[in-house]
């Protein structure tokens, strides 16, 4: 067997800089090819800051396996050796899609997702095409088999969970984890919204031991499902059928089950509150306005002038805060102001603290019993002459 590493460094790309390409760099290709012209059982292992072609090598008869990995810590090499050698069995799962060649994308400074124009989308929502590797693909020593695809509820609204369940089978010859993943479409959807293909909504990784089946549950929140209603500027949702995809990969999908969106309606309540006053420290004697805004279920921004509001303080005595949210640095020390917000019922507050420091104006300054202090002045110099001696 031989053993090609091969991968991307800082030369490729950095924080600063992005890449042009998703070749390997240098002679890494050739590089491969070579080997596995001369050896039946050649394995690849690639360290890359992300997706690389690989279309050139990867379905090569003498290349059985690719074993990638990202940027890892210290215990890198032996967590590589561990699945090279066998004593662990590989479970991971790709986090992006891995594109066959960079024509396949817009230009690096279109940062659009659906495409159109003569133009492919991105990612796994938008990108219609064939690609090397999906989003959430990854192979193992064993295998599994999926089976009772099921839902607990069948009709749901944003305020609703459900929960998708699937039996999986360790139909292989090794202990190994499997990565159950759920992907939701809305086929309902109108065309002109031009809602993705799918979306992950969930996921759960499981032990699975030889010939042995295990029950995998993921819970959804249905507040999830939303899309983004750029008119109105809000959450939203469409109604209709949602499938849910049960499988190992956005690919591999291995069942379905479906639910019916029969109310679109967000409760209106406040979901979070975010409170401010523009500064950390003040002096004493100093005063400041806390800024208010609040969000409600839909994201939307609540008008603020439809909700009770009340301010305080958790030490008044160092900063105080009247019912208009002006804060009054008081005394030294450290205060919290909180704000509360109530509408429709619910109450939701948001706060920040501020550090009330001493006044450090200087008061006097003397030198040889002689005032040198002057307004505006705010630094100061002296030379003192050598004393003499006896």
Do not use: H
């Amino acid at each position: 067997m031989a053993v090609v590493f091969v991968g991307t460094d800082e030369n490729t790309a950095t924080e600063e800089a992005d890449r042009l390409t998703l070749q390997l760099p240098g002679n890494q290709v050739n590089l491969i090819k070579a080997v596995a012209s001369v050896n039946k059982n050649t394995i690849v292992v690639m360290q890359t800051l992300g997706c690389v072609e690989v279309e050139e090598f990867k379905d090569l008869e003498n290349i059985p396996g690719i074993l990638w990995t990202g940027y890892n810590g210290q215990a890198q090499g032996a967590a590589i050796a561990k699945i090279l050698f066998g004593d662990v069995t590989p479970g991971g799962k790709l986090n992006a899609t891995w594109y066959k060649t960079v024509k396949d994308l817009p230009a690096i400074t279109d940062y659009t997702l659906r495409g159109g124009e003569g133009k492919n989308g991105r990612t796994l929502w938008y990108f219609a095409k064939p690609v090397s590797y999906e989003f959430g693909y990854g192979l193992s020593y064993t295998t599994f088999e999926y089976s009772n695809f099921r839902i607990d509820r069948t009709s749901i609204t944003p305020a609703d969970r459900v929960r998708v369940s699937v039996d999986v089978k360790n139909t292989g010859k090794y202990d190994g984890d499997e990565v159950v993943q759920i992907y939701v479409s809305t086929p309902d959807s109108p065309a002109s919204a031009q809602r993705p293909i799918k979306r992950l909504k969930g996921f759960q990784r499981v032990t699975v031991p030889i010939g042995q089946t295990k029950t995998v549950s993921v819970d959804i929140d249905c507040n999830d499902l939303w899309f983004w209603n750029m008119e109105a500027d809000k959450i939203s949702y469409d109604a209709g059928r949602y499938v849910f995809e049960i499988g190992s990969s956005s690919k591999d999908i291995r069942g379905k089950v479906t639910a019916t969106m029969t109310s679109t309606e967000l409760k209106p309540e406040v979901k979070v509150v975010v409170a401010d006053c523009g500064v950390s420290v003040l002096k004493v004697g100093q005063t400041a306005q806390t800024k208010l805004t609040a969000a409600l279920m839909d994201d939307s921004f609540l008008d603020l002038s439809k909700a009770e509001i009340t301010y305080s303080s958790n030490n008044a005595s160092v900063l105080s805060v009247d019912a208009q949210g002006v804060i009054s640095a008081r005394s030294q020390g450290v205060a919290t102001v909180t704000a509360s917000v109530k509408y429709n019922g619910k109450c939701v507050s948001g706060s920040y603290s501020v550090k009330v420091m001493p006044d450090l104006a200087l008061g006097e300054l003397k030198v040889a019993g002689k005032s040198i202090l002057k307004a505006g002045v705010q630094e100061y110099s002296f030379i003192r002459k050598a004393s003499s001696s006896a």
